[in-house]
Protein backbone atom coordinates (compact mmCIF):
# COMPACT_ATOMS: atom_id res chain seq x y z
CA UNK A 1 0.00 0.00 0.00
CA UNK A 2 1.98 3.04 -1.52
CA UNK A 3 2.06 5.78 0.57
CA UNK A 4 2.71 9.52 -0.75
CA UNK A 5 5.62 9.93 -3.21
CA UNK A 6 8.06 12.60 -3.71
CA UNK A 7 10.75 13.38 -6.19
CA UNK A 8 13.24 14.28 -5.56
CA UNK A 9 14.63 13.37 -2.03
CA UNK A 10 17.21 15.56 -2.39
CA UNK A 11 18.15 18.65 -4.51
CA UNK A 12 20.63 20.51 -4.57
CA UNK A 13 21.30 24.00 -6.87
CA UNK A 14 21.91 27.27 -7.77
CA UNK A 15 20.62 30.26 -6.83
CA UNK A 16 18.60 31.42 -10.16
CA UNK A 17 17.74 27.96 -11.05
CA UNK A 18 14.60 26.55 -12.05
CA UNK A 19 13.44 24.19 -9.28
CA UNK A 20 10.52 21.26 -10.18
CA UNK A 21 9.71 19.11 -7.06
CA UNK A 22 7.45 16.32 -7.49
CA UNK A 23 4.34 14.55 -6.32
CA UNK A 24 2.44 11.28 -6.11
CA UNK A 25 -0.73 11.42 -3.75
CA UNK A 26 -2.04 8.12 -2.11
CA UNK A 27 -4.42 6.37 -4.85
CA UNK A 28 -8.01 7.86 -4.12
CA UNK A 29 -6.98 10.57 -2.44
CA UNK A 30 -9.31 13.42 -3.45
CA UNK A 31 -6.83 16.58 -1.46
CA UNK A 32 -3.75 17.33 -1.51
CA UNK A 33 -1.77 19.84 0.53
CA UNK A 34 1.74 21.07 0.04
CA UNK A 35 3.96 21.96 3.07
CA UNK A 36 7.21 23.61 3.98
CA UNK A 37 9.09 23.14 7.00
CA UNK A 38 12.41 25.39 8.10
CA UNK A 39 13.72 25.91 11.57
CA UNK A 40 12.54 29.07 11.86
CA UNK A 41 8.78 28.59 11.01
CA UNK A 42 8.32 24.93 11.52
CA UNK A 43 5.87 23.71 8.78
CA UNK A 44 3.72 25.81 6.82
CA UNK A 45 0.86 25.41 4.52
CA UNK A 46 1.77 26.49 1.29
CA UNK A 47 -1.22 25.31 -0.90
CA UNK A 48 -4.33 23.01 -0.75
CA UNK A 49 -6.17 21.39 -3.66
CA UNK A 50 -9.23 19.88 -3.55
CA UNK A 51 -10.45 17.87 -7.01
CA UNK A 52 -7.16 19.31 -8.78
CA UNK A 53 -8.38 22.60 -8.41
CA UNK A 54 -5.84 25.28 -6.49
CA UNK A 55 -8.67 26.08 -3.04
CA UNK A 56 -5.97 27.75 -1.15
CA UNK A 57 -3.02 29.38 -2.14
CA UNK A 58 -2.78 32.08 0.81
CA UNK A 59 0.42 30.82 2.14
CA UNK A 60 2.51 30.32 -1.40
CA UNK A 61 5.49 33.16 -0.62
CA UNK A 62 5.34 35.19 -3.60
CA UNK A 63 5.25 34.88 -7.33
CA UNK A 64 8.70 32.85 -7.91
CA UNK A 65 6.38 29.65 -6.61
CA UNK A 66 3.41 28.14 -8.69
CA UNK A 67 2.10 24.80 -8.59
CA UNK A 68 -0.17 22.47 -10.51
CA UNK A 69 -2.62 19.58 -10.16
CA UNK A 70 -3.06 18.43 -14.08
CA UNK A 71 -4.62 15.01 -12.30
CA UNK A 72 -5.43 13.22 -9.51
CA UNK A 73 -1.75 11.59 -9.66
CA UNK A 74 0.43 14.19 -9.77
CA UNK A 75 1.25 17.46 -8.78
CA UNK A 76 3.96 19.76 -9.05
CA UNK A 77 5.21 22.82 -7.14
CA UNK A 78 8.24 25.23 -9.15
CA UNK A 79 10.33 27.76 -7.46
CA UNK A 80 11.61 30.24 -10.53
CA UNK A 81 13.96 31.70 -10.07
CA UNK A 82 14.61 30.20 -6.73
CA UNK A 83 17.06 31.53 -3.91
CA UNK A 84 19.14 30.62 -1.00
CA UNK A 85 16.38 31.52 1.54
CA UNK A 86 13.68 28.86 -0.03
CA UNK A 87 15.99 26.00 1.12
CA UNK A 88 14.05 23.90 3.41
CA UNK A 89 12.35 20.53 2.91
CA UNK A 90 9.03 20.58 1.09
CA UNK A 91 6.36 17.95 2.09
CA UNK A 92 3.18 16.66 0.17
CA UNK A 93 0.65 15.58 2.14
CA UNK A 94 -2.72 14.23 0.14
CA UNK A 95 -6.15 12.92 2.30
CA UNK A 96 -9.33 11.68 0.85
CA UNK A 97 -11.02 14.95 1.93
CA UNK A 98 -9.64 18.22 3.06
CA UNK A 99 -11.53 18.74 5.75
CA UNK A 100 -14.04 16.33 7.52
CA UNK A 101 -11.69 14.95 9.60
CA UNK A 102 -9.80 12.52 7.56
CA UNK A 103 -5.90 12.90 8.21
CA UNK A 104 -3.38 13.47 5.98
CA UNK A 105 -0.92 11.74 5.15
CA UNK A 106 2.75 12.67 4.23
CA UNK A 107 5.37 12.06 1.65
CA UNK A 108 9.29 11.88 3.03
CA UNK A 109 9.81 15.45 1.47
CA UNK A 110 12.43 16.89 -0.82
CA UNK A 111 14.95 18.43 0.95
CA UNK A 112 16.03 21.78 -1.14
CA UNK A 113 19.50 23.41 -0.82
CA UNK A 114 19.77 26.79 -2.99
CA UNK A 115 23.69 27.83 -3.05
CA UNK B 1 -2.64 31.54 19.86
CA UNK B 2 -1.56 28.27 20.06
CA UNK B 3 -4.52 25.48 20.86
CA UNK B 4 -2.53 23.07 22.28
CA UNK B 5 0.59 22.83 25.26
CA UNK B 6 2.55 20.22 25.30
CA UNK B 7 6.14 20.00 27.48
CA UNK B 8 8.89 20.61 25.35
CA UNK B 9 10.89 16.63 25.74
CA UNK B 10 10.73 13.82 27.77
CA UNK B 11 13.01 10.59 27.94
CA UNK B 12 11.36 7.44 28.15
CA UNK B 13 12.90 3.49 28.74
CA UNK B 14 13.07 0.82 26.02
CA UNK B 15 10.39 -1.56 26.30
CA UNK B 16 8.10 0.62 28.72
CA UNK B 17 4.91 2.57 27.72
CA UNK B 18 5.54 5.92 26.91
CA UNK B 19 2.96 8.47 28.20
CA UNK B 20 2.35 11.74 26.47
CA UNK B 21 0.52 14.86 27.50
CA UNK B 22 -1.20 17.21 25.98
CA UNK B 23 -3.34 20.29 27.39
CA UNK B 24 -6.64 21.52 24.83
CA UNK B 25 -8.59 23.67 27.44
CA UNK B 26 -9.90 25.52 24.45
CA UNK B 27 -11.00 23.23 22.51
CA UNK B 28 -14.34 23.24 20.76
CA UNK B 29 -17.27 20.42 20.16
CA UNK B 30 -16.46 20.23 16.84
CA UNK B 31 -12.87 19.57 17.24
CA UNK B 32 -10.94 16.91 16.84
CA UNK B 33 -7.81 16.17 18.59
CA UNK B 34 -4.80 14.60 15.97
CA UNK B 35 -1.44 12.91 17.00
CA UNK B 36 1.48 13.23 14.35
CA UNK B 37 4.86 12.23 15.19
CA UNK B 38 8.01 13.12 13.04
CA UNK B 39 10.89 10.87 12.58
CA UNK B 40 14.56 12.53 12.00
CA UNK B 41 14.42 13.03 7.94
CA UNK B 42 10.98 11.82 7.33
CA UNK B 43 7.78 13.37 7.03
CA UNK B 44 4.74 13.64 9.40
CA UNK B 45 3.36 10.25 10.31
CA UNK B 46 -0.17 10.40 11.24
CA UNK B 47 -0.78 8.46 14.42
CA UNK B 48 -4.15 8.39 15.45
CA UNK B 49 -7.06 11.00 16.24
CA UNK B 50 -10.35 11.00 18.08
CA UNK B 51 -13.35 13.48 19.25
CA UNK B 52 -14.21 12.53 22.76
CA UNK B 53 -13.96 8.57 23.04
CA UNK B 54 -10.66 6.72 23.80
CA UNK B 55 -9.43 5.50 20.53
CA UNK B 56 -6.95 2.11 19.98
CA UNK B 57 -4.89 1.28 17.15
CA UNK B 58 -1.88 -0.76 16.20
CA UNK B 59 0.35 2.09 17.14
CA UNK B 60 -1.04 3.99 20.17
CA UNK B 61 -4.02 4.53 22.18
CA UNK B 62 -5.41 7.94 22.87
CA UNK B 63 -6.88 8.68 26.03
CA UNK B 64 -9.19 12.28 26.36
CA UNK B 65 -10.94 13.25 29.76
CA UNK B 66 -14.12 13.57 30.07
CA UNK B 67 -14.63 17.48 29.67
CA UNK B 68 -12.21 17.13 26.91
CA UNK B 69 -9.85 19.75 28.14
CA UNK B 70 -6.38 17.17 27.63
CA UNK B 71 -5.69 13.80 26.22
CA UNK B 72 -3.01 11.87 26.25
CA UNK B 73 -1.16 9.64 23.64
CA UNK B 74 -0.03 5.87 24.77
CA UNK B 75 2.91 4.36 23.30
CA UNK B 76 2.30 0.92 25.55
CA UNK B 77 5.91 -0.60 24.76
CA UNK B 78 8.22 2.29 23.34
CA UNK B 79 10.94 0.79 20.97
CA UNK B 80 14.15 3.50 20.04
CA UNK B 81 12.52 3.53 16.55
CA UNK B 82 9.84 5.36 18.46
CA UNK B 83 12.67 8.64 19.19
CA UNK B 84 10.84 11.43 17.18
CA UNK B 85 9.05 15.34 17.82
CA UNK B 86 5.00 13.68 18.79
CA UNK B 87 2.50 16.78 18.11
CA UNK B 88 -1.04 17.55 18.92
CA UNK B 89 -3.24 18.69 16.97
CA UNK B 90 -6.62 20.36 17.39
CA UNK B 91 -8.81 20.49 14.29
CA UNK B 92 -12.33 20.94 13.33
CA UNK B 93 -14.38 18.31 11.44
CA UNK B 94 -15.93 21.28 9.22
CA UNK B 95 -15.89 20.63 5.31
CA UNK B 96 -13.66 23.38 4.84
CA UNK B 97 -11.28 23.17 7.88
CA UNK B 98 -8.04 21.59 6.39
CA UNK B 99 -5.52 23.57 7.85
CA UNK B 100 -3.16 21.10 10.39
CA UNK B 101 -1.04 23.73 12.88
CA UNK B 102 1.99 21.96 13.83
CA UNK B 103 3.40 23.37 17.21
CA UNK B 104 6.81 22.95 18.23
CA UNK B 105 5.73 19.55 19.87
CA UNK B 106 7.60 17.18 21.97
CA UNK B 107 10.55 16.11 21.55
CA UNK B 108 10.77 12.20 22.89
CA UNK B 109 13.81 10.22 23.35
CA UNK B 110 13.81 6.63 23.93
CA UNK B 111 16.69 5.11 25.76
CA UNK B 112 17.84 1.42 26.05
Known amino acids: DAGVIQSPRHEVTEMGQEVTLRCKPI?????LFWYRQTMMRGLELLIY????????DSGMPEDRFSAKMPNASFSTLKIQPSEPRDSAVYFC?????????????FGDGTRLSIL | DAKTTQPPSMDCAEGRAANLPCNHS???????VYWYRQIHSQGPQYIIH???NNETNEMASLIITEDRKSSTLILPHATLRDTAVYYC?????????????FGAGTTVTVRA
Open chain 1, 49 to 56: FNNNVPID
Open chain 2, 26 to 32: TISGNEY
Open chain 1, 27 to 31: SGHNS
Open chain 2, 50 to 52: GLK
Open chain 1, 93 to 105: ASSNTGGGGQPQH
Open chain 2, 89 to 101: IVRAIRSNDYKLS
